[in-house]
């Protein structure tokens, strides 16, 4: 049985440690368990991978399912350099990158730093340790869908902090790079023409007392239990769209996001919002031939829309190419229409499409239950925005989750930068 908190030849306490001391079982130990494969929880493992320390990422979808949830065919508003994370060059040959693009980068820094991602992981919930337990790696513990690793097989004593070669080479350390994993798995990696190690981060075996037990359902079903030092909080808030509330909200012809156009050639679609989403989306509507009725409830479009973007908007609502009602609520739908609460009295618009662009809510559910307060008016979690710790010691926030519920305040442009701040606390702090 592997003792991941064990000195050598015996047992590392785990601080407040009783005589009677518990038993904790874990399927694995880390430093740092990052909740979120978004750019800004991969930023953030980036950093502690380089400050040395053995971090998992989990992802309850894709990697970056956010982006890849984008309008397929937008352009970022954001030029490459304001998005690319952990230092690695994000070049494309046009002004703005496209989702296609990103997805791309995403995934090359990803396998560059062979970041331990567990895709379809879902954390359920995350809390202290108990005082009075002794961490152990459960017996044949198998990692389940990772880069095909396994941890503690065996039943290796990795007294004294010393882990096993299977357990070295966490996040920031280039695939393969550890002699103990075996052979590099390079077979499926591209061939960049050099070495895809030349800059690597220091090795990073698990090696601080763990402080938290993550508990995580896999893709299969299978529960998971891992110990961690620190926790990112990167969950973002894609998952939790905004709704309106209205009768008719769930049937099949209405969604709370936009694909693309085409689906609506041809067909009356309604569009409900005023942000950029709602424009960009009923601007391709309108492209792809879709009879396009825009409604908000504000007086005219939102002023903060891209600018570039404004003048095609508007000039497309002025010219009755796109129709728009604007201090206006959609109180309805049906399955071919719309009730519109108009100042001039109600309205039935036809929509076979109905798209709901109202924004999300920040993904805080995990956040909340481990007990970190959140403003009510702002939806801010209480932390330190110098070192992005929470009011729980060991727990950090990431991204766009630390502008709670106004997205608009952080973006991949300024979250990117959360990591180093965790990365320089977790390296440096009095309290780790
Ligand atoms: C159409 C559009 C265009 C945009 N353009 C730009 C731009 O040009 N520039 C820019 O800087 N920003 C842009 N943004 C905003 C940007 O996408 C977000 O700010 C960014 O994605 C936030 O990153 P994040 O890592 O904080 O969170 P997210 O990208 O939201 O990632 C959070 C991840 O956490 C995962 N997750 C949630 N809960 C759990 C759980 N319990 N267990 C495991 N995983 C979980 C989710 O699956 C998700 O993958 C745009 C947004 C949209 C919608």
């Not at 567990?118 to 809390?127: D, H, I, K, L, P």
């Not at 994993?181 to 698990?206: E, K």
């Not at 604007?326 to 519109?340: T, Y």
């Not at 007990?371 to 929470?390: F, N, Q």
Request: proline share 8%; aromatic share 6%; hydrophobic share 40%.
């Amino acid at each position: 049985m592997s003792e991941l908190s064990g000195r050598p030849g015996g047992r590392r306490e785990v601080p407040g440690a009783s005589a009677q001391e518990v038993d904790q079982q874990v399927d694995e130990q880390v430093d740092v368990a990052v909740i979120g494969a978004g750019p800004c929880g991969l930023a953030a493992a980036i950093a502690v991978g380089r400050a040395g320390l053995r971090a998992v990422v989990y992802d309850r979808a894709c990697l970056v399912s956010g982006v890849h949830g984008y309008p397929t065919y937008m352009n970022f508003f954001s030029t490459a350099e304001r998005i690319s994370i952990g230092g690695v060059p994000f070049a494309v040959a046009t002004e703005k990158p496209t989702r296609r693009d990103a997805l791309a980068y995403y995934r090359t820094v990803a396998r560059y730093f062979a970041l331990d991602v567990r895709q379809y992981e879902a954390v359920e919930s995350f809390a202290p340790l108990p005082p009075d337990a002794m961490v152990r790696v459960r017996e044949g513990a198998d990692r389940a869908g990772g880069l095909g690793t396994e941890v503690g097989r065996g039943g290796g004593d990795l007294g004294g902090g010393e882990l096993s070669g299977t357990e070295r080479g966490g996040a920031g350390v280039p695939r393969g790079a550890d002699a103990g994993v075996g052979p590099p798995p390079t077979s499926n990696l591209p061939d960049y023409g050099g070495d895809l190690t030349i800059t690597p981060p220091p090795r990073a075996p698990a090696s601080r007392t763990p402080r938290f037990l993550v508990h995580s359902t896999t893709r299969t079903g299978q529960a998971r239990i891992t110990a961690a030092h620190a926790i990112v909080v990167a969950t973002g808030y894609f998952g939790s769209p905004n709704r309106l509330n209205v009768p008719g909200e769930d049937l099949p012809h209405v969604s709370h996001r936009f694909g693309d156009g085409h689906e609506s050639w041809d067909l009356p679609a309604v569009v409900v919002g005023g942000g950029n989403s709602a424009v960009d989306a009923a601007l391709e509507l309108y492209r792809a031939g879709a009879r396009v009725t825009l409604v908000h409830f504000r007086e005219a479009i939102d002023p903060n829309v891209k600018p570039w973007v404004m003048p095609d908007i508007t000039g497309r609502i002025r010219d009755g190419t796109i129709a728009a009602r604007f201090s206006s609520q959609v109180v309805a739908i049906d399955v071919d229409h719309v009730v519109v609460r108009t100042p001039a009295g109600d309205e039935r618009v036809p929509a076979d499409r109905v798209y709901l662009m109202l924004g999300y809510q920040p993904n805080a559910a995990l956040l909340r239950a481990a007990g970190v307060p959140m403003d009510e008016v702002t939806g801010i979690p209480a932390h330190d925005p110098a070192t992005m710790e929470s009011v729980i010691p060991g727990v950090f926030i990431a991204g766009v989750l630390a502008s709670g519920f106004d997205a608009n305040k952080t973006f991949i442009e300024n979250g990117r930068h959360h990591g180093d701040l965790i990365a320089r606390r977790l390296a440096g702090g009095a309290t780790v």
